[in-house]
Structures are given as structure tokens and as C-alpha cells.
């Protein structure tokens, strides 16, 4: 995909690509800009892979595509921020859709951001809210796993930003505290913990390691 031609220059180094555009520039800061293509080869069992794209200061920004060594297109991802933001899409060697993806980016550069969550005592009514911000993607949207068979969807999985495992650590929350237990107190014990795995703000809020399900 290259040819081995490669430059340097005040503006950092880069390589020209067969179609004699530039790929893979690294500016006087050491940020990655513009177009790249990544090569990862096979380790361990670990098929190798390839994938094109923009970066953006030296984060992933807009359509990443993901190709395997023979060339075929196995993924199509979307980056905001350097993360994953909006529907991405899987395929196997034959090209069929295999799964969608729905993630949500938080930006780094804030401390703080808000996020529209499902309220647990109203299921069906969301409330903004505001959280510290860890700069992850986070499962946001309904995912789709496909028959590639059929083409049609045989399994569907939604998440909230996590519902069904905070309604669980809420659950065990209250068995543990019993009379003590404040739902006010909870919910701003839990906003304090910023957005890592609910597993870890499991680890903060039970102190043990009790399965997030």
C-alpha cells in the first residue's frame, strides 16, 4: 500500500503512498495528521489487519475502514475525538454484514460533559446529566448481530449508557445499606464516580468485586 519513499522536513515525516499522496505525516510535534494507513500483522493466532484514515492532532477523527491482509473490507468505523462515535459495521470475507455497533465519544478536552441518561425511577423518560469526563467511548444505541444467511437480524442488544448494570449496583447498593440506603445520595455517589466501567465504580461504591450482572 506504500511505496518506500519517505520524507522529513520542518513539518515532521511522512511516507508517499502509491497514488503519490501523502500517508502517515507526523508533524514538529510529534502528533500524527492526515491521512494513514496502519499495519498490524498476525500475532498469536491473532489475524493481522490493516486500517485507513484521519488523524486529526494525533487522534482518530471521522470514517476509519478496516481491511484484512487480503484486502477485504472487514469494518467501517466512525471516530470523534479519537473514539468511537456514531454506528459502526462488521463484515466477514464474503462482505456480509456481520454486526453494528452504536458508541457515543466524550471529549476529551472537557473535564466535565453532559449526557442524556435514562432516569432508573422513570424507564421510559431520560434526564441530562452532568459527569466527569474520562475521554472513552461508551455503548450508547441498540446494537444488531446479523444471519449472514438470511441478511435479517437475529439478536439485538440496547444500552443506556449501562441501565442494566446500574439498576444491578443500585440493587446491591440498598441491600447493603438497608434503612441507611438514600436514592439522592446514591445517584450523586455514582455521578461523583465520572463514567469508567461499572465495574470499577462497583469496586468504589460495594468495595468488593461482585459481578456487574
Same mark, same amino acid.
Given at each position: 500500500?506504500?511505496?518506500?519513499?519517505?520524507?522529513?522536513?520542518?513539518?515532521?515525516?511522512?511516507?508517499?503512498?502509491?497514488?503519490?499522496?501523502?500517508?502517515?505525516?507526523?508533524?514538529?510535534?510529534?502528533?500524527?495528521?492526515?491521512?494513514?494507513?496502519?499495519?498490524?500483522?498476525?500475532?498469536?493466532?491473532?489475524?493481522?489487519?490493516?486500517?485507513?484514515?484521519?488523524? =486529526?492532532?494525533?487522534? +482518530?477523527? @471521522?470514517?476509519?475502514?478496516?481491511?484484512?491482509? $487480503? #484486502?477485504? %473490507? /472487514?469494518?467501517? !468505523?466512525?471516530? =470523534?475525538?479519537?473514539? +468511537?462515535? @456514531?454506528?459502526?459495521?462488521?463484515?466477514?470475507? $464474503? #462482505?456480509? %454484514? /456481520?454486526?453494528? !455497533?452504536?458508541?457515543?465519544?466524550?471529549?476529551?478536552?472537557?473535564?466535565?460533559?453532559?449526557?442524556?441518561?435514562?432516569?432508573?425511577?422513570?424507564?421510559?423518560?431520560?434526564?441530562?446529566?452532568?459527569?466527569?469526563?474520562?475521554?472513552?467511548?461508551?455503548?450508547?444505541?441498540?446494537?444488531?448481530?446479523?444471519?449472514?444467511?438470511?441478511?435479517?437480524?437475529?439478536?439485538?442488544?440496547?444500552?443506556?449508557?449501562?441501565?442494566?448494570?446500574?439498576?444491578?449496583?443500585?440493587?446491591?447498593?440498598?441491600?447493603?445499606?438497608?434503612?441507611?440506603?438514600?436514592?439522592?445520595?446514591?445517584?450523586?455517589?455514582?455521578?461523583?464516580?465520572?463514567?469508567?466501567?461499572?465495574?470499577?465504580?462497583?469496586?468504589?461504591?460495594?468495595?468488593?468485586?461482585?459481578?456487574?450482572?
Amino acid at each position: 500500500m506504500f511505496c518506500s519513499l519517505a520524507g522529513f522536513g520542518q513539518s515532521g515525516n511522512y511516507v508517499i503512498g502509491v497514488k503519490g499522496d501523502t500517508l502517515n505525516r507526523v508533524d514538529s510535534k510529534g502528533q500524527k495528521q492526515g491521512k494513514w494507513v496502519i499495519h498490524v500483522d498476525e500475532l498469536r493466532g491473532e489475524p493481522g489487519y490493516e486500517e485507513e484514515g484521519e488523524f =486529526r492532532n494525533n487522534r +482518530k477523527e @471521522g470514517i476509519w475502514r478496516i481491511y484484512s491482509l $487480503a #484486502g477485504d %473490507l /472487514t469494518g467501517i !468505523e466512525f471516530y =470523534r475525538w479519537g473514539n +468511537k462515535d @456514531g454506528v459502526c459495521q462488521y463484515f466477514n470475507a $464474503a #462482505g456480509q %454484514l /456481520t454486526r453494528e !455497533e452504536s458508541w457515543k465519544a466524550l471529549n476529551p478536552d472537557k473535564l466535565y460533559d453532559t449526557l442524556e441518561v435514562e432516569d432508573l425511577d422513570h424507564l421510559d423518560k431520560y434526564r441530562t446529566v452532568v459527569v466527569k469526563n474520562e475521554g472513552a467511548a461508551i455503548k450508547n444505541g441498540i446494537w444488531k448481530f446479523y444471519n449472514t444467511e438470511t441478511g435479517m437480524i437475529y439478536k439485538t442488544e440496547t444500552y443506556t449508557l449501562g441501565k442494566l448494570e446500574i439498576l444491578k449496583l443500585r440493587a446491591d447498593v440498598m441491600k447493603k445499606q438497608g434503612a441507611a440506603f438514600s436514592l439522592e445520595h446514591f445517584h450523586n455517589n455514582f455521578m461523583r464516580q465520572g463514567f469508567p466501567p461499572i465495574k470499577i465504580v462497583r469496586q468504589a461504591m460495594l468495595g468488593d468485586n461482585s459481578p456487574t450482572l
